[in-house]
Antibody, heavy 128, light 110 residues
């Protein structure tokens, strides 16, 4: 079955770095855009970044631009988020999500702004 | 990019209908029919309920429907059931090819 499993979360000091991973299974990983979305404790969802199936295009939220880097390894069916210069406000559950992809009348559409499969999330805590 | 505006909470009795609004700007909802809705029961990951304003993914009950007018999108849950109790988030594509979520609405079944 289609599954996403995040890992790599933990406690890190302000200014520190962390690398999150997301292992995908049950679908052809390279065919899909992938995203990271986060949720601070007791707060709403915040989109963080997405990446195309071949590694581009890439987009980031303004709140993480210049500090976070999204990447993927299609041979390993894995998505990554390198987080540098971490701040207290980066504390959140980080979800990996697959973007919706549909084929109609022989044409494939990549709806990278709709997330149809989500992992369970990994918790990142930035605190001294 | 500021979060889309949703009411903090809505409630209804079983069998009733509730509607959640989601207000954006001309940079997101007002310019694109790329609105989605997600359901998040407590302690779980979000689930896609509506995409492209009013389309339901396979498996989502037809009690859930979406619409849009101007800068505001809406999610209506008809025939409210106990299992519909959850947080609901809207989301929209934005200029600059990014995404923005709403502030979230807690639906309570009385």
């Amino acid at each position: 079955q289609v599954q996403l499993v995040e890992s790599g979360g933990g406690l890190v000091k302000p200014g520190g770095s962390l690398r999150l991973s997301c292992a995908a299974s049950g679908f052809t990983f390279s065919d899909y855009y992938m995203s990271w979305i986060r949720q601070a404790p007791g707060k709403g969802l915040e989109w963080v970044s997405y990446i195309g199936g071949s590694g581009s295009p890439i987009q980031y939220a303004d709140s993480v631009k210049g500090r976070f880097t999204i990447s993927r390894d299609n041979a390993k069916n894995s998505l990554y988020l390198q987080m540098n210069s971490l701040r207290a406000e980066d504390t959140a559950v980080y979800y990996c999500a697959r973007a919706l992809r549909m084929t109609m009348f022989g044409v494939t559409y990549f709806y990278y702004y709709y997330m149809d499969v989500w992992g369970k999330g990994t918790t990142v805590t930035v605190s001294s | 990019q500021s979060a889309l505006t949703q009411p903090p909470s809505v409630s209804g009795s079983p069998g009733q209908s509730v509607t959640i609004s989601c207000t954006g700007t001309s940079s997101d909802i007002g310019s694109y029919n790329r609105v989605s809705w997600y359901q998040q029961p407590p302690g779980t990951a979000p689930k896609l309920m509506i995409y492209e304003v009013s389309n339901r993914p396979s498996g989502v009950p037809d009690r859930f429907s979406g619409s849009k007018s101007g800068n505001t999108a809406s999610l209506t849950i008809s025939g409210l059931q106990a299992e519909d109790e959850a947080d609901y988030y809207c989301s929209s594509y934005t200029t600059g090819s990014t995404c923005v979520f709403g502030s979230g609405t807690k639906v309570t079944v009385l």
